[in-house]
Each structure stands twice: as structure tokens, then as C-alpha cells.
């Protein structure tokens, strides 16, 4: 069965304070591999697509790599408004060589405190 | 603001009713998915509509139903409704099968 799995669940930081969410995928015939951010009650926000291994891609200060098996989100030097719920989702290839939906995480709580 | 439009925001309905959740995509994109998000189960696929075609089913039940219009946008169907069908639901638009950009999703509580 297709899985990806988030870790850790939540996590608390210090505004400044840099660390990584893991996610661990599981899957057949991967198209690609998904970041979204979400805040509370609302829609998920797209971060970063990611389609091989190796891949590497930044913005602000987050930045997103992909190996074989798992992805991490790298935040360094966090400030207050990175706190978020980040989702790890990845596409998958059916037989008729299309694109499926999405497979979600559960995601990483994040908090950052000043 | 990501051009993905959802109505409405909320909605509160009984058991047993039916109701129609509405999604235009961004300009231009011709896939839309509809996903499902409660506190249990996360962010689950229901169905993805490419250019008026049904294109992939994910978990969704035989009690719901969608479409997607010639102008292209989308209505969800959700019938005998139940309380655990209690969610948000989102809409994603994308241009073909690539990267998917979600509305703000409509809050369904079923009492």
C-alpha cells in the first residue's frame, strides 16, 4: 500500500532556531513529490515540486530535497509567520500513464516562537 | 490568492440532506481534483475532472458525485449525508497533471 508518513508530528522552535521536517514515502511510480503549507482554515498553499532524486529547490527560507525513499523540508533561521501545518504529498503514475491525485501526510505542526 | 475560487465558505445542513459544492479553477487549467480534509482521515483525493472527463477516483463514496461543466468549472454532489461527512472540502486546479492549486475550501457540518 502507497504511504507517506510525516515526522514529527509537531514541533516547537525558538524565532532563529533552523531544523528539518522529514517525509517518508512508500509508493510505486512516483511522479512527483509535493510541499504545501497550510494555516488554519484555509486551502493548502503550494511550496516546492520536486520529480527526482538529488532534486533540490529554495525559497525564502525554506529549502526542499528529495532522495529515493524520503524528502526534507530545511528551515533555517525561522521567523513567527513560518508557523504553519507543512504537507508532504506525493502523485502517482496509473497504469493508463496519466497522473493520479495527491497522497497527503498528515503533516508537521510547526511553531515558531519569538 | 491562488485563482481557485470555492462556494460557499460554509455550510450547515441535516443528516439525510443533499448539497452542491461549487469550484472555478484558474484561468486556464483544465484539471480539477476535489479533496476531502477532516481531523482523522487528513487530506484525502476524492476525484480529478480533466477538460469535462473524469479522469482518476481516489476514496470517494458511491454517495457523491461530480462534474465538471464546458466553461469548466466544477460542482461536488454530496448526498445522504451523514455526520461523519462533516469536513472541509477542497478544490485544486491545475493546467494539465502537474503542480495543484487549492481554493480556500467549503466548510460542511452536518448536524
Known amino acids: 500500500e502507497d504511504q507517506v508518513t510525516q515526522s514529527p508530528e509537531a514541533l516547537r522552535l525558538q524565532e532563529g532556531e533552523s531544523s528539518s521536517l522529514n517525509c517518508s514515502y512508500t509508493?510505486?511510480?512516483?511522479?512527483?513529490l509535493f510541499w504545501y503549507r497550510q494555516d488554519p482554515g484555509k486551502g493548502p498553499e503550494f511550496l516546492f515540486t520536486?520529480?527526482?532524486a538529488g532534486e533540490e529547490k529554495e525559497k525564502e527560507r525554506l529549502k526542499a530535497t528529495l532522495t529515493k525513499k524520503e524528502s526534507f523540508l530545511h528551515i533555517t533561521a525561522p521567523k513567527p509567520e513560518d508557523s504553519a501545518t507543512y504537507l508532504c504529498?506525493?502523485?502517482?503514475?496509473?497504469?493508463?500513464?496519466?497522473?493520479?491525485?495527491?497522497?497527503f501526510g498528515k503533516g508537521t505542526h510547526l511553531i515558531i516562537q519569538p | 490568492d491562488s485563482g481557485v475560487t470555492q462556494t460557499p465558505k460554509h455550510l450547515i445542513t441535516a443528516t439525510g440532506q443533499r448539497v452542491t459544492l461549487r469550484c472555478s479553477p484558474r484561468?486556464?487549467?483544465?484539471?480539477v481534483y476535489w479533496y476531502q480534509q477532516s481531523l482523522d482521515q487528513g487530506l484525502q483525493f476524492l476525484i480529478q475532472?480533466?477538460?469535462?472527463?473524469?479522469?482518476a477516483k481516489g476514496n470517494i463514496l458511491e454517495r457523491f458525485s461530480a462534474q465538471q461543466f464546458p466553461d469548466l468549472h466544477s460542482e461536488l454532489n454530496l448526498s445522504s449525508l451523514e455526520l461523519g461527512d462533516s469536513a472541509l472540502y477542497f478544490c485544486?486546479?491545475?493546467?494539465?497533471?502537474?503542480?495543484?492549486?487549492f481554493g480556500p475550501g467549503t466548510r460542511l457540518l452536518v448536524l
Open positions: 509508493v510505486s511510480g512516483l511522479r512527483g
Open positions: 485544486a486546479s491545475s493546467k494539465h497533471e502537474e503542480t495543484q492549486y
Open positions: 484561468s486556464g487549467d483544465l484539471s
Open positions: 504529498a506525493v502523485q502517482l503514475m496509473y497504469s493508463g500513464g496519466g497522473a493520479d491525485g495527491l497522497t
Open positions: 475532472y480533466y477538460n469535462g472527463e473524469e479522469r
Open positions: 520536486l520529480y527526482s
